[in-house]
Nanobody, 121 residues
Framework: QVQLVESGGGLVQPGGSLRLFCEASGSIFTIYGMGWYRQAPGKQRELVAT???????TYKDSVKGRFTISSNNARNTVILHMNDLKPEDTADYYC???????????????WGRGTPVTVSA
């Protein structure tokens, strides 16, 4: 079984910074990619940033230049560095990973339970 645990969310003023952490644990053979998604109240979940096992990154347009995603493959960890935060960044942030648990298993997506980020004065 695989678990993803997020941490680092909280309350921050506009223009401030936060770092979100996500660690994958359990039966892991290979991690193909990890990413961060967010869901604001009354809205659908949306992609924020992803990183592949080859360190190829993608970002939502509105966070480019402000957010940076990085990974530590040895520790099965992905970090989202968020700078110049805006009220519209307020949401629950979820970690997702695409993982094979064994050599012959199929790729499976796993989600964390989320961590809240509130940007407010």
């Amino acid at each position: 079984q695989v678990q993803l645990v997020e941490s680092g969310g909280g309350l921050v003023q506009p223009g401030g910074s936060l770092r979100l952490f996500c660690e994958a644990s359990g039966s892991i053979f290979t991690i193909y990619g990890m990413g961060w998604y967010r869901q604001a109240p009354g809205k659908q979940r949306e992609l924020v940033a992803t990183i592949t096992d080859e360190s190829i990154t993608t970002y939502k347009d509105s966070v480019k230049g402000r957010f940076t995603i990085s990974s530590n493959n040895a520790r099965n960890t992905v970090i989202l560095h968020m700078n110049d935060l805006k009220p519209e960044d307020t949401a629950d942030y979820y970690c997702k990973a695409e993982i094979k648990e064994t050599m012959f298993a199929r790729r499976t997506e796993y989600w964390g339970r989320g961590t809240p980020v509130t940007v407010s004065a």
